[in-house]
Nanobody, 123 residues
């Protein structure tokens, strides 16, 4: 009942910036949190950032804190991830997800997942 579609991935030079988007459609609720995860080849999925749609609180993984910014546009039902000062180790498939509880979402427990968008950072 909820569809999440990511976009905006691509190839970027190290030190550069990229903004990925996640558009949500279908049934949703204002209490649902949205988050970004990433998975590099041969590695497991890891938490990147999360935001609560109703409270405006944000959370970040230590590896991206200070470089990435998660934001929302409720009118467009879209969550964004602005990635600055990108590093080659940021290369991964970035997926968005949703859960009513931001605490569970940060642990990777989600009700819905998007298909992901590839982000490649070259050195």
């Amino acid at each position: 009942q909820v569809q999440l579609v990511e976009s905006g991935g691509g190839l970027v030079q190290a030190g550069g910036s990229l903004r990925v988007s996640c558009a949500a459609s279908g049934r949703t609720a204002s209490s649902y949190a949205m988050g970004w995860f990433r998975q590099a080849p041969g590695k497991g999925r890891e938490f990147v950032a999360a935001i609560t749609w109703n409270g405006g609180s944000t959370y970040y993984a230590d590896s991206v804190k200070g470089r990435f910014t998660i934001s929302r546009d409720n009118a467009k039902n879209t969550v964004y991830l602005q990635m600055n000062s990108l590093k080659p180790e940021d290369t991964a498939v970035y997926s968005c997800a949703t859960n009513r509880d931001s605490n569970y979402l940060r642990l990777g427990v989600a009700n819905y997942w998007g298909q992901g968008t590839q982000v490649t950072v070259s050195s």
